[in-house]
């Protein structure tokens, strides 16, 4: 009897595993002479990317984002009550210096990159995407080749499938177009800390991208889905693990 309700109980417990999307990218950079693989895993309204020896966690229900050193036990938080403290921080600053000199302010600016050099770097442009008549086939999935434009400059390109193609709903990684916005409004040190966590912007690319090659001054890094399916997530997995000590977001 003591088993059966220990079964019940069990069974009666809030969800421990939902329905979402397991994907697995292989990225390819001349520097390195291995692949490293990324895994993403998207629930209804969570996202969690788990790569290069970090972790990051989205939670669109906390709109927060954790930011997690597994190795050094620490983590930091994103949420936009931190975003809008910093976004409101580098307006006065920048209200100030434009009531300097041209000396006073190359002066000032001198001093905070020398003493502050996360706090006061910008957010590069947003990117956007512009079409091409090139199509291809990635890993068996059929793809639309588009530029990818920072500004006016080309910084790489990007390989877009179908949803039909991919086999997956659309809405089954909607959270990634809310991801994708949270990580828009993010400014100074923190659009430096997620600069290299970016993920593809499913809404303006209208489809899902299976290649992503970025071009960069040693040469192109390479992303490929090589593994896409459903699969039952564990709750678990969006939440913070215990015993991590949290860090203010400068400090890392």
């Known amino acids: 009897m003591r088993l059966q309700l220990a079964t019940l109980i069990l069974v009666l417990q809030p969800v421990v595993a939902s329905a979402g999307v397991l994907i697995e990218v292989s990225a390819k950079d001349p520097a390195a002479k291995e692949p490293t693989i990324t895994t993403m895993q998207a629930g209804a309204d969570r996202f969690r990317v788990d790569g290069d020896g970090q972790i990051v966690i989205y939670r669109a229900d906390k709109d927060v984002a954790w930011l997690i050193d597994p190795q050094a036990k ?82 790489g390109e990007v390989c877009v499938t179908s949803w039909t193609a991919a086999k997956v709903n659309e ?65 678990s997995a969006f939440e913070l693990p215990a015993g991590l000590k949290r860090e203010d977001l400068g400090a890392r």
């Open 74 to 155: 620490t983590y930091s938080e994103l949420n936009r009550k931190v975003m809008h403290e910093a976004t409101s921080a580098t307006d006065q600053i920048n209200a100030a210096l434009a009531t300097m000199s041209p000396e006073e302010r190359a002066m000032v600016q001198g001093l905070m990159a020398a003493h502050a050099p996360a706090a006061t770097a910008s957010a590069p442009p947003s990117l956007r995407y512009a079409g091409t008549e090139r199509r291809e086939v990635v890993n068996g999935f059929p793809c639309e080749v588009k530029d990818t434009l920072q500004g006016d400059k080309r910084v």
């Open 171 to 235: 809405s089954d990684v909607a959270v990634m177009k809310k991801f994708a916005e949270f990580m828009k409004g993010l400014t100074g040190q923190f659009a430096q800390a997620a600069s290299a966590r970016e993920v593809p912007d499913i809404a303006a690319l209208n489809g899902l991208p299976v290649r992503t090659i970025s071009t960069t001054p040693k040469g192109d890094v390479v992303q490929e889905i090589v593994k896409l399916e459903q699969a039952d997530v564990p709750a």
